[in-house]
């Protein structure tokens, strides 16, 4: 099979982990084709602008695309690149693996849990959003649909089934925003009984929060409204070493984006020093969804044995390798 992906390098790090993981990608034999473009800093600086028609143009043309970190500059005037991705695409499902690896610095061991967020609504998103003319008030509008509810809810269910898991979690507000949060509870409650062969618990996202810090084991999918989901994943993440670890997947009808959900790092940019793994991540999610399953399999088990050896990792996993000699070491293990 081949296939033609786009690919955004990004800034700070992301060059040097998006190398890394083309590497690994290359030595597994994928048939990929690259289409590199342009996005954040660099696409600001080259272009005039932080993403260029001729980005999303690819991204469509391709469907597929695998991002590295951005910098939305800090500002009036810039919203953010990967909420404009979303909201283009219509990238209605964010979905966010956490994963146990040995060798990291975590509290738990065995962790395996899946966050399905909502990724274009709710209380995430910038309408609606006024502040009073003394700059005494500021209001803002929390908007769930029930085709926005459906989709996701859906979406959780059927990676469930698909993936082999046995358990959906609904997390809500819904005794406080019992509108907004009610009718994502009442609708994740009518379709999970379309699914008897999967479990079904709703909990409050506070009460979700604390289960998370004291037993995340009793967790499998969790599936939220955006901003709950964006809160939720990144306290998955620090369960498992943190966002090092996190890749994050964005699919919609018609394209899915693949990412490092971490920041671009600029104080250890060109160091050598930047952790491959969550943008490696991210691409055996890709290939997940490509139907390449097999080889994104090569890949985390290739990250476990390297991350189990430890000699080459980089220094925030405890090793004293580079993001060099941590692609070497990938690259062997994929090929071998």
């Known amino acids: ?108 061991d065995d962790i395996d849990i899946i966050t399905v967020r909502e990724n274009t609504e709710g209380a995430y998103l910038a309408e609606g959003q006024t502040l009073s003319e003394d700059g005494q008030t500021a209001t803002s509008i929390i908007r769930n649909t029930r085709r926005g509810s459906t989709r996701i809810v859906r979406y959780a269910f059927e990676m469930a089934r698909r993936k082999g898991r046995k358990k959906v979690t609904a997390v809500h507000k819904a005794n ?59 306290l998955c993440a620090g369960l498992v070493g943190g966002l090092g670890l996190a890749p994050g997947s964005n ?24 952790n491959p793994c969550a943008l490696l991540l991210a691409a055996a999610e890709m290939l997940d969804h490509i139907d390449m399953v097999e080889k994104g399999t090569r890949i985390r088990t290739a990250i476990r044995e390297t991350l189990t050896a430890g000699d080459r990792t980089t220094p925030d996993l405890g090793g004293k390798g580079s993001t060099e000699t941590f692609a070497d070491a990938l690259v062997e293990h994929v090929k071998g």
């Open 1 to 108: 099979m081949s296939k033609t992906i786009a690919v955004i390098k990004g800034d700070g790090i992301g060059p040097e982990i998006m190398t890394a993981t083309l590497r690994v990608l290359d030595a597994l034999d994928c048939g990929l084709t690259y289409d590199f473009v342009d996005a954040g800093m660099v696409a600001l600086e080259k272009h005039g602008e932080l993403l260029p028609t001729a980005t999303l143009d690819t991204i469509a043309k391709h469907s597929i695309a695998l991002k590295g970190p951005l910098t939305t500059p800090v500002g009036g005037g810039f919203s953010s690149i990967n909420v404009q991705l979303r909201r283009h695409f219509d990238l209605y499902a964010n979905v966010r693996p956490a994963i146990s690896f040995p060798g990291t610095r975590s509290r738990f």
């Open 176 to 234: 406080i925003m019992k509108t907004s949060s009610g009718l994502f509870l009442n609708v994740a409650r009518e379709i999970a009984k379309e699914y008897p062969d999967i479990e079904f618990n709703e909990l409050i996202v506070d009460n979700t929060c604390m289960q998370l810090v004291m037993n995340p084991h009793q967790f499998d999918v969790i599936v939220t409204t955006n901003l709950f989901g964006d809160i939720i994943s990144d």
């Open 251 to 274: 699919i919609g009808a018609e394209a899915a984006i693949f990412e490092a959900v971490h920041g671009s790092a600029p104080d250890i940019a060109g160091k050598g020093l930047a």
